[in-house]
């Protein structure tokens, strides 16, 4: 995930696809991989097309503006904190020299996996509310991908992993989270993988097929398992799943159903 950089030659996309991925929803978040044009994709959409009258990006995890971070019914995110967290990500082994580069990769990275988590907690409670979820559509792949991900190269652990590498491993802990089934299938029904693909009716133009989620392999719980053998249990000060638990618990209590509160 890098930040939206001006494009030689801004790609046209075919509309109808990317409403039938984003389920036509007037609100969507965009994430990729930077060579999928994922960021001009984004734009389109905020732009051009219609009905997506607010497009979100991993800028949803600095809530710096907060006006520009409410969603269309007027609700500001709630933001989970990745401050003074010296941790990468819970599974990620720490690195204890690290250039001036690399911690401006990693900023980036906790910025970004905590958007996620955000998305995901508001959508919880638009689940509730039955208002219509935020789709985070994800370009994962695109034609003659020069740099193609699979799951050995999203799985694998190594230093100065890629941000996006790190952005779909949050989302697999997302959709996979044992502590809150709810909160689970939000967001697998929040995730839409897409790949872009040229049209073969409009030269030009470039449309999204969805592609179904890499967890879904056949063979990435064995190498999720593999990963996990190497993971460091070190305490995290700014722990996102008790506090996605904590924040989504203290909502559930405001509600008049009365839910019982879950445990963190």
């Known amino acids: 995930m890098q930040a939206a950089q001006p494009s030689h030659?801004?790609?046209?996309?075919?509309?109808?696809?990317?409403?039938k991925a984003c389920r036509d929803s007037e609100q969507i978040m965009v994430y990729g991989w930077e060579h999928t044009e994922y960021e001009q994709?984004?734009?389109?959409?905020?732009?051009?097309?219609?009905p997506a009258k607010r497009v979100f990006d991993y800028n949803l995890g600095r809530l710096e503006d907060l006006q520009r971070m409410k969603t269309l019914e007027g609700r500001i995110f709630e933001r989970i904190s990745f401050e003074d967290c010296h941790e990468v990500d819970e599974d990620e082994s720490d690195v204890s020299e690290r250039t001036e580069?690399?911690?401006?990769v990693e900023t980036v990275k906790k910025?970004?996996?905590s958007a996620l988590v955000n998305l995901i907690l508001e959508n919880c409670k638009r689940k509730k509310e039955s208002l219509p979820l935020i789709?985070?559509?994800f370009?994962?792949?695109?034609?003659?991908?020069?740099?193609p991900a699979n799951i050995d190269t999203i799985s694998i652990r190594k230093e100065n992993d890629y941000v996006t590498n790190s952005?779909?491993?949050r989302l697999y802990k997302l959709c996979s989270l044992e502590a809150d089934a709810f909160i689970a299938d939000v967001a697998q029904e929040s995730v839409v993988m897409v790949t872009v693909k040229a049209s073969k009716i409009s030269p030009g133009v470039l449309k999204l097929e969805e592609k179904r989620p890499f967890w879904q392999h056949k063979d990435w719980k064995e190498l999720w398992a593999k990963r996990q053998l190497t993971a460091k249990n070190t305490p995290k000060a700014h722990n996102w799943k008790t506090q996605l638990l904590s924040r989504w618990n203290r909502y559930l209590t405001t509600q008049p159903s009365g839910e019982k509160r879950r445990k963190c």
Do not use: H, Q, T, W
């Open 9 to 19: 030659s801004a790609p046209r996309f075919d509309v109808a696809s990317i409403n």
């Open 41 to 50: 994709l984004s734009i389109f959409a905020g732009n051009i097309m219609r």
């Open 101 to 104: 580069e690399v911690e401006d």
């Open 111 to 113: 910025i970004a996996k």
């Open 135 to 137: 789709p985070l559509l």
């Open 139 to 147: 370009v994962i792949d695109i034609d003659d991908n020069p740099y």
């Open 167 to 169: 952005e779909l491993r």
